[in-house]
């Protein structure tokens, strides 16, 4: 389990979309089949990440259903905290992306 969630966190640091999203699904406590502990304000954080994406699938919507589902239960100081771990993530990884194929096919 421990490796899982190690290469799921360092999956998601890459910017991967796919990585990203199951890692903050994890973190939201929405499965709880790696053992990741719930925290709602990392997940939150790099849910709202997807806000910024424009096209390319469901990810987007995916992301804003769940956080409608989480985001009653969270205190204002939370929805700050994530707001602030948001532009920290923004400003340390790389930008989101869908890493389509170029050169490959």
Request: glycine share 8%; hydrophobic share 40%; charged share 20%.
């Amino acid at each position: 389990m421990e490796g899982a969630r190690n290469w799921t966190e360092r999956a998601a640091s890459t910017g991967y979309v796919e990585a990203v999203f199951n890692y903050a699904y994890y973190l939201s406590g929405e499965n709880t089949d790696f053992g990741f502990p719930v925290n709602l304000v990392r997940s939150h954080a790099l849910l709202s990440l997807f806000s910024e994406l424009d096209g390319g699938g469901g990810a987007k919507e995916d992301a804003d259903y769940l956080i409608a589902k989480f985001r009653s239960s969270m205190s204002p100081a939370q929805l700050d905290e994530a707001g602030k771990m948001a532009s920290q993530w923004k400003e340390n990884h790389p930008a989101l992306s869908y890493f389509p194929f170029k050169l490959s096919r």
